[in-house]
């Protein structure tokens, strides 16, 4: 079944109009829920945003085609590192009407967009007491135990963007993730019997293109 809904969503998103004429890159924060666990002690909301590159591209730029699609990384930037999430979106877009501000032309473009979204989200916890080697046999040395939630999101959304130069855009997309999670293990791939609820939420991102 999550096949089905994974294929009718990018099938979906081939039926759109395209926001790039030939191709762009992009620099971003995002806005995401972590999973629902008890695993995190000190919550804060900077584990809530996650910094994104993305490349996007027009499938025909020399005829202005209707499809455009592209790919993203993003990695958080937890200072305490107890929660790290890793991720890769690929994502198809729709542009559907422009807005005329200030007589220059389609200053502000309208439309939709779709991401299909795998994430690792890495829980983690300092243990151990020691960082010297002659403890080596006595002692744990100070480490990590790390568990890897990963999981995969079906994405629609709408997104907006305000055209500063020709190069240059700004751009707000608000989507409705969908979530799937797919499994939980250690750092060595031991299983590991943790219940998640899916937790369908909003994501919100904000991007600036730049020339590339």
């Not at 089905?4 to 890159?25: C, D, G, P, R």
């Not at 309208?110 to 960082?131: P, R």
């Amino acid at each position: 079944m999550k096949r089905v809904v994974m294929i009718f969503a990018l099938l979906l998103s081939l039926s759109i109009f395209s926001f790039t004429l030939n191709q762009s890159t992009w620099l971003g924060l995002r806005y995401l829920k972590p999973a629902d666990t008890n695993l995190m002690n000190n919550y804060s909301l900077l584990q809530n945003f996650v910094m994104f590159f993305g490349y996007e591209k027009n499938v025909d730029p020399q005829h202005n085609s209707p499809v455009a699609y592209g790919f993203s990384l993003f990695a958080n930037f937890d200072p305490d590192k107890e929660y790290l999430v890793r991720g890769l979106g690929f994502d198809f877009n729709v542009k559907i009407f422009g807005v005329t501000l200030f007589n220059v032309g389609e200053k502000l473009q309208l439309g939709f967009q779709g991401e299909v979204l795998l994430q690792k989200e890495i829980f983690q916890k300092i243990s151990g007491s020691s960082t010297s080697l002659s403890d080596f046999e006595s002692v744990n040395f100070e480490h990590y135990n790390k568990i890897v939630i990963s999981s995969i999101a079906l994405k629609p959304g709408i997104r907006c963007d305000f055209v500063l130069s020709k190069n240059i855009y700004l751009s707000g997309r608000l989507y409705y993730s969908i979530q799937f999670y797919t499994g939980s293990k250690t750092e060595t791939g031991k299983d590991v019997s943790i219940e998640l609820e899916p937790e369908n939420s909003l994501n919100l991102d904000f991007a600036l293109s730049i020339p590339f």
